[in-house]
């Protein structure tokens, strides 16, 4: 809220008081509601002048950065849900901080998943898992360190490449497979990074269960490990019903579930600021 609006609030607000008919039963009424809405106003106006003092100091340090800025403020977020919306996983080692979608997943033959996200340090990370009854790892992305990737597709292979995105910077990870073949394909930043086959040949995936972002189940909706678990920002979730050869840099829509399209998913521990700007598409 700025000054300008700021000062038309207060004339709304007197306006609204003055303009009431006044009984001398009444006037005493008034004349406390007004105080109480003088006091509020000036706590408001206490809070703008710390909020602008904040806006300086930042400005000054991040050279007018516009993301850093609005992460310091990020105590003061937006509750809209679209796909600017960035999900804050604050706490390491922890079992608490997850997203849970309202959504399912439907038998799979093929997919393609695409998240974007900002890790801040090197670790065992799990980005994305679906559990479905007798099989907690249906499908699992999961880092388990800088150099070393694994997906699990009911069963799990294991990469040894360094992808590059654990530097606090965003980037969008995707993962495609398909059961002919069992051709699977790791993507950052849209460019293939490693081409893998015989991942779950012939096979599909169970429709049904449980889709958690930050945590790893090991039983359905549950089970986590907190040395598995995601520490940073979360930004876009794409999936799709097919094997993508080719990654669109900023997806905005897919057709099984597409960030700040499907409705809000649950978040527990988790939190959510919505920005101006797609964090996927600017890699900062």
Known sequence: MGRMHLMVT????FTNVASQPTRRADSFYNM????????????LYRKMAEYDEVVKDVCKAND???????????????LEWNRHTVA????????????RLQETLPALSAFTICISTRIPYNGVISFFSYAVPNNNNEILIHSLKPNKMRVFVKTFKDQNINFGFHDNKWHQLCLAWQSRGGLYTWFVDGEMRYNGTGLQTG????????????QEQDKVGGGFDRTQSFYGSMN????WDRYLNQIPECPTN?????WGINPRPNFHGATYTTTPWNNNCQKT
């Open 10 to 13: 207060i004339l709304f607000l």
């Open 32 to 43: 406390d509601q007004s105080w109480q809405i003088l006091k509020s106003l000036k706590v």
């Open 64 to 78: 007018g950065a516009n993301e850093q800025l609005y992460e310091k403020l990020g105590n003061i977020p937006s």
């Open 88 to 99: 804050h996983f604050p706490n390491k080692d922890q079992t608490t901080d997850y997203i």
């Open 203 to 214: 096979s599909k995936t169970k429709a049904g269960g449980v889709i958690i972002l930050g």
């Open 236 to 239: 876009g979730l794409y999936i």
């Open 254 to 258: 897919a057709n099984i579930y597409s």
